[in-house]
């Protein structure tokens, strides 16, 4: 995974929907075709991050499975974050992309 893309990935992520935590793990895998496969310890420093910064809030529900987790959500200001983000990545893709064609 590029460096400092996590956070920009995990809001992506709930923008399509709540999820806990492992949810996001699987997403990320599965739409990624398995290229980025994060772990629990990289995740959950990520979303105590994310919440500090408003960006995301977290919420205990009842799982599928009858279990508890911690759901998470993006808020206002997180989606407006990635907007962001997006708009950063694809300008700076787009100039590397140049300079590799060139």
Do not use: C
Not at 36 to 44: A, R, T, Y
Request: without cysteine.
């Amino acid at each position: 995974m590029v460096q400092g893309t996590l956070d920009m990935l995990i809001l992506k992520t709930l923008a399509l929907e709540p999820m806990h935590g492992y949810g996001i793990g699987v997403r990320l895998k599965q739409i990624s075709r398995g290229v980025f496969q994060v772990n629990v310890g990289s995740l959950f420093p990520a979303f105590r991050r994310l919440e500090r910064e408003g960006l995301i809030k977290g919420e205990w529900r009842g799982t599928e499975n009858n279990r508890r987790a911690r759901y998470y959500i993006a808020t206002e200001r997180g989606l407006r974050q990635l907007k962001s983000e997006t708009r950063e990545w694809e300008r700076q893709t787009a100039a590397i992309a140049r300079i590799l064609e060139a």
